[in-house]
């Protein structure tokens, strides 16, 4: 059987992102792994061909990954009690993060939330989990809200 020692969980910090958490501390404490909690802002690199200038793009990138670690911080204690977790907050695509991070950081499994969309919603907006599931090189799971 596969061994399981390293978790990453991915969250958006939505309501839906306690469920996807206990699912990853269930399977933590299941199989004696530690659980790597990450976060992806968005890049806003894309905008900085519009009329604002970089710096205040730059600056709010920084603002939202400052306000995001803090949330990290408290999402950890609230959702990850009885299993070692740390939190990581990186900028870019959230898809291709997560499989960066969860090949760097050599997990074992990648949980992550599905929002579920379909039809117009899908096709304009992608499914970062589907992409996910079709290119991580470990097993996926993904929790659909209830």
Not at 37 to 60: K, M, R, T
Not at 81 to 101: H, M, Q, W
């Amino acid at each position: 059987m596969a061994e399981i020692k390293k978790i990453l969980c991915a969250v958006d910090f939505s309501d839906h992102s306690p469920v996807v958490a206990e699912y990853a501390s269930t399977l933590a404490k299941t199989l004696g792994a530690d659980i790597i909690c990450l976060y992806v802002a968005p890049s806003l690199d894309q905008y900085v061909g519009f009329h604002v200038p970089p710096s205040s793009i730059e600056n709010f990138v920084g603002e939202i990954v400052t306000g995001a670690d803090s949330t990290m911080e408290t999402f950890i204690t609230e959702n990850f009690k009885d299993v070692t977790a740390n939190g990581k907050v990186v900028t870019g695509y959230a898809a291709e993060e997560i499989l960066a991070i969860a090949e760097s950081e050599n997990a074992d499994m990648i949980v992550m939330g599905t929002h579920g969309r379909a039809g117009i919603d899908r096709i304009l907006f992608g499914s970062v989990a589907e992409k996910v599931v079709k290119s991580a090189k470990s097993p996926v799971l993904t929790v659909r809200p209830s």
